[in-house]
T-cell receptor, first 115, second 114 residues
């Protein structure tokens, strides 16, 4: 039973390029969360998705960032026109449910470096 | 002010010592998580609790809902326990549409010397 998968594990992009981060939740999980960890800072919530729905995107920057979780396939966090300040570790987590005593299982993270 | 405050920020111990990391939070919660993060590595969930106390091996986590406080204890600490320990709370019923999201403390960097 594979855990949460994220790819790529490391991603280097030049300023202005697009970054696509993928997250495959644990089998049977339909809830996905994306978190960002900036250098020397704590983890911050970005977005919470269920299949085909964005439930809470209150932590997403208003511009350049988008997320989706299609009916089939992984969840995608997309960053357009990356800037140096986007360099961070991006973690996704999945759970069986959103409310109630559901454990969130974290992926290994994608470390994005913008040059 | 952060919704979740951890102390201490850094902790150094000798192998075998008893370790305590504290976490206070200011929001209504449905659960509290203790997470472990190794350098360059991913995040592992150690505990999820909403009341009382849980124990797993040398690790013990307690929570006091009335006081909005939790502690993580490590007995007989070992160098392999060296990591960042993160307290996170899952928002509760009073947060409306933000149900399920986690609020994180800044983490406690633990170093255990042999």
């Amino acid at each position: 039973n594979a855990g949460v998968m994220q790819n790529p594990r490391h991603l280097v992009r030049r300023r202005g390029q697009e970054a696509r981060l993928r997250c495959s939740p644990m089998k049977g999980h339909s809830h996905v969360y994306w978190y960002r960890q900036l250098p020397e800072e704590g983890l911050k919530f970005m977005v919470y998705l269920q299949k085909e729905n964005i439930i809470d995107e209150s932590g997403m920057p208003k511009e350049r960032f988008s997320a989706e979780f299609p009916k089939e396939g992984p969840s995608i966090l997309r960053i357009q026109q990356v800037v140096r300040g986007d360099s961070a570790a991006y973690f996704c987590a999945s759970s069986l449910g959103g409310t109630g005593p559901y454990e969130q299982y974290f992926g290994p993270g994608t470390r994005l470096t913008v040059t | 002010k952060n919704e979740v405050e951890q102390s201490p920020q850094n902790l150094t111990a000798q192998e075998g010592e008893f370790i305590t990391i504290n976490c206070s939070y200011s929001v209504g919660i449905s659960a509290l998580h203790w997470l472990q993060q190794h350098p360059g590595g991913g995040i592992v969930s150690l505990f999820m609790l909403s009341s009382g106390k849980k124990k797993h091996g040398r690790l013990i986590a307690t929570i006091n809902i009335q006081e909005k406080h939790s502690s993580l204890h490590i007995t007989a600490s070992h160098p392999r326990d060296s990591a960042v320990y993160i307290c996170a709370v899952r928002s509760g019923p009073d947060r409306g549409s933000t149900l399920g999201r986690l609020y994180f403390g800044r983490g406690t960097q633990l170093t255990v010397w042999p």
